[in-house]
C-alpha cells in the first residue's frame, strides 16, 4: 500500500512491521517503527521510510545491522522518543555522541551535544552542590572554569593531584594454565582473559578513564560501587603501572585454584584454573 509521510513525499515501500528489530555494534534494540522515522530527513527516517526492507543490511537472525557504537545507540533512540537526551552525571562519552549523533543526520541532537563556552552545569558546579566536602570547598574557591579544565585532564605521572580521592581499587583476574607430564617444560602460566575492577564509580573512572570499559555495568552514579568494570587490555603490569601514577600503592592479594579438568589418562594435560585479586589503596 502506499503511505504518505510527514514532508508530502510518497512511500511504497512500508512494507515494515510495527516492531523492529535492530543489530548495532552487536547490541540488540527492539522498537517501533513509528520511532525510527520519527525524525524527518534524518538517516533512520530514510532507510525505514524511503527504502524496502529488503535494500537494508541484515544480520544472521534478520535483524537490521549497523556498524555503529551499540552502547551509545540507546541516547540516540531515547532521543527519537522523546525529542530530549538526559545524560548521566560524570559522562565521558559526549564527543563520540555527538559523532554518532551527525552520522545519523540527527543535526538537532548533534547541536546539542557540541561544547559550549560556558555552561550552567559544569563539574565545578557539580563538585560545589554534590561533592565530597574537602573537594567542594576547594573548587568553589578555585572557580568553575579551572575545575573543568583540571578534572577532565589526565593525572601527571607520579605527581597527586588535590582532587584525587583516598581510597581502594581491587583489580582481579581470572586466568588457566596447563601442566603436562613435565611440569618445568610443559607448564603454560597466566594466560588472562579478563581485568576486573572493583571499587568505587568515579574513582575508577579517574584511574583508568577511557580503558574502563563500563558495559556490564553503565550509567552508575559516581558515589555508588561497582565489581562489574573491566579494563579493555589484558595485561596486569599496565594496570599496575597505571595505579602507581596516580599514587596507588599494593596493600594485599590473595588467589585460588582448582583443576577444571583432569584425565585419568596419565599422558594428557591438566588444566587448572585460577582466580587472583590485588587490593591498592590510596591514603
Not at 583516598?166 to 588457566?176: E, F, L, M
Not at 602460566?189 to 568505587?200: D, E, H, N
Request: net charge neutral; glycine share 6%; aromatic share 12%.
Amino acid at each position: 500500500f502506499i503511505l504518505s509521510q510527514p514532508d508530502g513525499s510518497i512511500n511504497q515501500h512500508s512494507s515494515f512491521s510495527d516492531i523492529i528489530e535492530l543489530n548495532v555494534g552487536g547490541q540488540v534494540y527492539v522498537t517501533r517503527h513509528a520511532t525510527l522515522v520519527s525524525v524527518p530527513n534524518s538517516l533512520l527516517w530514510t532507510m525505514f521510510a524511503q527504502k524496502s526492507p529488503t535494500e537494508l543490511p541484515k544480520d544472521s537472525k534478520g535483524r537490521y545491522f549497523f556498524d555503529r557504537d551499540g552502547f551509545l545507540f540507546r541516547y540516540i533512540l531515547d532521543y527519537l522518543r522523546e525529542r530530549d537526551i538526559v545524560l548521566p552525571d560524570f559522562f565521558k562519552e559526549r564527543g563520540r555522541l555527538q559523532k554518532e549523533a551527525e552520522f545519523f543526520q540527527l543535526h538537532e541532537l548533534a547541536q546539542r551535544l557540541r561544547p559550549a563556552a560556558s555552561k550552567d552545569n559544569s563539574l565545578g558546579d557539580e563538585l560545589c552542590a554534590h561533592g565530597d566536602p574537602e573537594e567542594a570547598s576547594l573548587a568553589c574557591a578555585l572557580g568553575s572554569s579551572s575545575i573543568t579544565t583540571t578534572a577532565v585532564s589526565s593525572p601527571t605521572p607520579s605527581l597527586r593531584s588535590p582532587f584525587q580521592k583516598h581510597g581502594y581499587i581491587t583489580i582481579g583476574y581470572r586466568g588457566s594454565y596447563t601442566i603436562g607430564r613435565d611440569i618445568q617444560t610443559d607448564a603454560k602460566f597466566r594466560r588472562v582473559a579478563r581485568i576486573t575492577v572493583c571499587g568505587k564509580t568515579s574513582l575508577a573512572k579517574e584511574v583508568f578513564g577511557e580503558t574502563l570499559n563500563e558495559s556490564r555495568d553503565p550509567d552508575k552514579p559516581p558515589e555508588r560501587y561497582t565489581s562489574r568494570y573491566y579494563l579493555k587490555y589484558n595485561f596486569l603490569e599496565q594496570a599496575f603501572d597505571r595505579l602507581a601514577e596516580v599514587g596507588f600503592r599494593m596493600v594485599a592479594c590473595s588467589s585460588t585454584g582448582t583443576c577444571a579438568y583432569a584425565s585419568s589418562d596419565p599422558n594428557e594435560d591438566k588444566i587448572w584454573t585460577s582466580y587472583t585479586e590485588y587490593v591498592f589503596s590510596r591514603d
